[in-house]
């Protein structure tokens, strides 16, 4: 069956370090992967969006790939900020091109 | 503003009891969604619309019921055969198939339903 794996255990990194969050998928090949953020409480809101044919992508401090070979997708935010603490979830279509399914998510925690 | 708009945000229900919980949408969205989730897991699929008067089940349907009379609402009925209903929930819309459209949602804030 097809499975969205992210690193369940909190990042822990300190502030203007580099984090990378990584979302391995099996079982399936999506056209195209989100990233969303999510802080508690809150609904999660979108961040990037990576096609299949793209290699990277980029928004301001973000970068996200894409690679199809090993069908992981690596988050990275620059110079991380405390305001970055979040938990960020990857969302790649799953059963049918509306249909969007979510990894667990990774909690990331930018210590000051 | 546009947007998407849950009620109630807090919600407190005995067993055996159903409950609705309303979404409404001013984005002009085709597709709409409902998700659950439970303390330190990720979303999961109970019900998607894509259209009007159509819906699908997704992964965790059962013991759930919705609607999709009108394009700007898909409310969600907990119903008492869900066996443990306890969760935040979250409906969400997009604008739909076709073109260059990549289904990125845009969330509401999200019912919690507690079953006392």
């Known amino acids: 069956s097809q499975k969205i794996e992210q690193n369940s255990e909190a990042l822990n990194i300190q502030e203007g370090k580099t984090a990378t969050l990584t979302c391995n998928y099996t079982n399936y090949s999506p056209a195209y992967l989100q990233w969303y953020r999510q802080d508690p409480g809150r609904g999660p809101v979108f961040l990037l969006l990576i096609r299949e044919n793209e290699k990277e992508k980029r928004k301001e401090r973000l970068k996200v790939t894409f690679d199809t070979t090993l069908k992981q997708s690596l988050f990275h935010i620059t110079a991380s900020q405390p305001a970055d603490s979040a938990t960020y979830l990857c969302?790649?279509?799953?059963?049918?091109?509306?249909?969007?399914?979510f990894g667990t998510g990774t909690k990331l925690q930018v210590i000051p | 503003d546009g947007g998407i708009t849950q009620s109630p945000k807090y919600l407190f229900r005995k067993e055996g009891q159903n409950v609705t919980l309303s979404c409404e949408q001013n984005?002009?969205?085709?597709?709409m969604y409902w998700y659950r989730q439970d303390p330190g897991q990720g979303l999961r699929l109970i019900y998607y619309?894509?259209?009007?008067?159509?819906?699908q089940k997704g992964d965790i349907a059962e013991g759930y019921s919705v609607s999709r009379e009108k394009k700007e609402s898909f409310p969600l009925t907990v119903t008492s055969a869900q066996k443990n209903p306890t969760a935040f929930y979250l409906c969400a819309s997009s604008m739909g198939a076709g073109g260059l459209n990549t289904g990125e949602l845009f969330f509401g804030e999200g019912s919690r339903l507690t079953v006392l």
């Open positions: 984005l002009n969205h085709d597709a």
């Open positions: 969302a790649p279509p799953s059963g049918g091109y509306q249909k969007v399914t």
């Open positions: 619309s894509q259209i009007v008067n159509d819906f």
